[in-house]
């Protein structure tokens, strides 16, 4: 086996360090410097992506107690107009209950005047029936006509 000879062991060893030191100068030269601004501009793309979030957030906190100031705002408003829409409506229910009362008793009034002259027209009326069924019943009793017996008792 080629590989096991010791005669070409020292020519192997001068290669393997010879490319590992090529490989390490390449590394320490030119990669590692790379990986480092790369790592570097990483890290402040993540710092200034995390100030953004942070700022954000903030923001978003400020919003949103904003949005409960405006919600609270609006609830004590909308509870103020309905409060004046319903004294408002209990003024005005009082209002047309009082002009109904006021309508019912006018209408009460006039009915019962009405009703106090068809009682008194109805009196007046029944006196002249009375008087005339007590001129009839005069009459058919006596036998005489009225005029007569109202001329004798003149």
Known sequence: MPQL???TFPSQIFWLVVCFGILCFAMVAVLIPRLGKIMESRAHELESLKNKAHQLAAEADALSSQN??????????IHAQVSQMMSDLNKLRDEKIHA??????QQTLSLSQRLAEDQHEIQAKSKDILNHLVQDMMTKLTEQSPTSTSARGQ
């Open 68 to 77: 409960t100031q405006n919600f609270e705002a609006a609830k004590h408003t």
């Open 5 to 7: 000879d010791i005669s």
């Open 100 to 105: 109904f009362e006021n309508h019912v008793h």
